[in-house]
């Protein structure tokens, strides 16, 4: 397992090199299955194609369902189909990428496979991780699933419009329990369904943007 994660992470470091190379800002989501990924997706290219060259690598155990959904908006899409790995690795991100490699694009967005353990462990040469927790789930994953809050630069509480329905879920408390496993992160409350804090998350892409700084070595 060791020699496994050395080898993805001289990969990982591969695929950051073209990243830089491009100018290009890539994005690890990561959720429990069905938290929100694709749709947030769908909500932020409609919202941002307009100044940014997106394209999406998206990871489906099998179906190309989301890739539809993304492609639907009109931005270039390619599908992993991990069969039975439960995350993305590097090598799989190197091959996309290279299928997307005469576009330029600003934003990547690498939607993970839908799972709260294994991604945490594989490094893409993502710029940021961010993770999703929607409301119906609990606000106590963060304690419970530590190593992969732990990484993530981001938290987005997402369907917050359920708010309303699912008492139990208390804002404050999943982000004590980020603090708690000592990740000092921001975290953003959303809706794809409603609108609510999209323009924070926007504004946090935005920032992360424009502050990538310049390529400095050439990949291959
Ligand atoms: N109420 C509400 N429902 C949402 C929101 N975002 C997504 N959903 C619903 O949640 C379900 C799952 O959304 P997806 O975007 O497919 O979730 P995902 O994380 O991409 O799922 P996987 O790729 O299977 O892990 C769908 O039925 C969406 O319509 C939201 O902000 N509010
Ligand atoms: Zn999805
Ligand atoms: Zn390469």
């Given at each position: 397992m060791r020699g496994l994660l050395c080898e993805n992470d001289r990969a990982a470091g591969h695929n950051r090199r073209h990243f830089d190379l491009h100018q290009t800002l890539a994005i690890n989501l990561m959720s429990s299955?069905?938290?929100g990924k694709t749709a947030l997706l769908e909500a932020s290219i409609e919202a941002l194609s307009a100044t940014f060259r997106i394209a999406v690598i998206v990871g489906d155990l099998e179906t190309d369902n989301d890739a539809r959904r993304i492609r639907a908006k009109g931005v270039p899409v390619v599908q992993i189909t991990?069969?039975?790995?439960?995350h993305l690795d590097a090598a799989m991100v190197h091959d996309a990428w290279h299928q997307l490699r005469n576009e330029p694009v600003d934003l990547l967005f690498i939607e993970n496979?839908?799972?709260?353990?294994?991604?945490?462990?594989?490094?893409?040469?993502?710029h940021a991780d961010v993770i999703l927790l929607s409301?119906?789930?609990?606000?106590d994953k963060p304690a419970k699933y530590p190593v992969m809050f732990r990484c993530a630069d981001l938290m987005l509480i997402t369907k917050i419009d359920l708010l309303p329905y699912l008492a139990d879920f208390v804002p404050e408390r999943a982000q004590r329990y980020m603090n708690e496993i000592g990740n000092p992160a921001p975290t953003l409350a959303t809706s794809?369904?409603?609108?609510?804090?999209m323009d924070e998350w926007f504004g946090w892409l935005r920032r992360l943007h424009a502050a990538q700084g310049h390529p400095a070595e050439v990949a291959t």
């Amino acid at each position: 397992m060791r020699g496994l994660l050395c080898e993805n992470d001289r990969a990982a470091g591969h695929n950051r090199r073209h990243f830089d190379l491009h100018q290009t800002l890539a994005i690890n989501l990561m959720s429990s299955p069905g938290a929100g990924k694709t749709a947030l997706l769908e909500a932020s290219i409609e919202a941002l194609s307009a100044t940014f060259r997106i394209a999406v690598i998206v990871g489906d155990l099998e179906t190309d369902n989301d890739a539809r959904r993304i492609r639907a908006k009109g931005v270039p899409v390619v599908q992993i189909t991990t069969g039975s790995a439960c995350h993305l690795d590097a090598a799989m991100v190197h091959d996309a990428w290279h299928q997307l490699r005469n576009e330029p694009v600003d934003l990547l967005f690498i939607e993970n496979v839908g799972n709260l353990v294994c991604p945490a462990s594989f490094a893409l040469g993502q710029h940021a991780d961010v993770i999703l927790l929607s409301v119906p789930e609990g606000d106590d994953k963060p304690a419970k699933y530590p190593v992969m809050f732990r990484c993530a630069d981001l938290m987005l509480i997402t369907k917050i419009d359920l708010l309303p329905y699912l008492a139990d879920f208390v804002p404050e408390r999943a982000q004590r329990y980020m603090n708690e496993i000592g990740n000092p992160a921001p975290t953003l409350a959303t809706s794809s369904r409603d609108g609510t804090g999209m323009d924070e998350w926007f504004g946090w892409l935005r920032r992360l943007h424009a502050a990538q700084g310049h390529p400095a070595e050439v990949a291959t």
